[in-house]
């Protein structure tokens, strides 16, 4: 058991997953992992989620290598309430009078990304918006007023498997990965929240879920907005050119380990940094005065797979 005041280290973290109940002192160590970097899982109405603070780029990229998450998919930020999630999100009069409804409840709103949000960008896989949710479940709004600060969390189970009702279930494949399960019981809703984007003035289903939203038309395309939907992510307008060990002519290196760039994903070939910069250093390359991007090689391994499956749907024909 940490000592109060005391801080986690990830080889720590690494070596066991203590599922405890819910309860003030638990949620005392849970708010202590997540000040430190680090993931808890904890229990909300609908399924079991797997909470990181949604400003520190490298515990949100810390939820992917847990999951074993195949792709960036943007994830749900989750606050305490209305007036929070209007500090990260521009809500239009739709919006809002949804939050007013169903909120606290299984309905995640996807709203323009307010530019002084301070979410970190892998949240968003680098889009303009951003999906919230303002949570019904006492043990995962007692976290959330704990750490005063917005959690990503997406579902607490490996990537592929099923969703975890319960914390037994969170263990079975995310044991050993994460420090904490947070034992409420089993979910009273038991599937994802239905998410609707409220943008442009239009109300489009981008996922069903425990309730319905009157007047909001299935979405339509292929772009993703969402965690559940199958298409590519944010692209840089540029050309991108990938595993390179230098740049030519008239393009912007982006350096991983031992290739050196303009920047880099990481000096040190860390994944976790890597992942935690990667929308950040392609916004930075799609701004820069090159009109070519060339990225370095990644290894295809574990987070690593993550990364470059971004990276090829960035490249790709468009």
């Not at 109940?21 to 609908?46: C, N």
Request: aromatic share 4%; proline share 8%.
């Amino acid at each position: 058991m940490l000592k109060p005041g005391g801080r986690y280290s990830p080889a720590a973290v690494a070596e066991t997953t203590r599922i405890l109940p819910y309860d003030a002192e638990t949620i005392a160590e849970a708010v202590r992992l997540i000040e430190s970097g680090h993931l808890v899982a904890v229990a909300t109405e609908t399924v079991y989620g797997l909470a990181a603070d949604a400003t520190n780029a490298e515990a949100v990229a810390r939820i992917y290598e847990a999951k074993g998450r195949p792709s960036f998919n943007p994830l749900i930020v989750h606050v305490p309430d209305l007036k929070t999630a209007e500090r990260i999100g521009e809500f239009g009069s739709g919006a809002r009078s949804l939050a007013q409804v169903h909120w606290p409840g299984p309905l995640t709103l996807v709203v323009p990304l307010r530019g002084d949000a301070g979410i970190a960008g892998l949240v968003t896989a680098g889009l303009s918006t951003i999906a919230i949710r303002v949570p019904a479940h006492p043990a995962m709004q007692a976290l959330l007023r704990a750490t005063d600060r917005p959690l990503a969390a997406p579902s607490a189970n490996a990537s592929g498997s099923i969703s975890p009702t319960k914390a037994e279930h969170v263990a079975k494949t995310l044991g050993g990965r994460i420090p904490l399960i947070i034992d409420a019981g089993p979910t009273e809703r038991g599937l994802e929240s239905t998410i609707v984007a409220a943008t442009d003035g239009r109300l489009r289903l981008l996922r069903r879920g425990p309730i319905e939203v009157a007047g909001a038309i299935e979405a339509a395309g292929t772009s993703i907005e969402a965690p559940g939907q199958l298409a590519s992510h944010y692209a840089p307008s540029k050309p991108l050119r990938l595993n390179a060990v230098e740049a030519q002519a008239d393009e912007f290196l982006i350096g991983f380990g031992e290739v050196d760039g303009a920047m880099s994903l990481s000096p040190s070939g860390t994944l976790v940094e890597a992942a935690a910069r990667l929308f950040e250093l392609l916004h930075a390359a799609d701004e820069s005065a090159e009109s070519r991007i060339a990225v370095a090689p990644v290894p295809d391994h574990g987070l690593g797979a993550a990364i470059n499956d971004r990276l090829r749907r960035a490249a790709a024909p468009r």
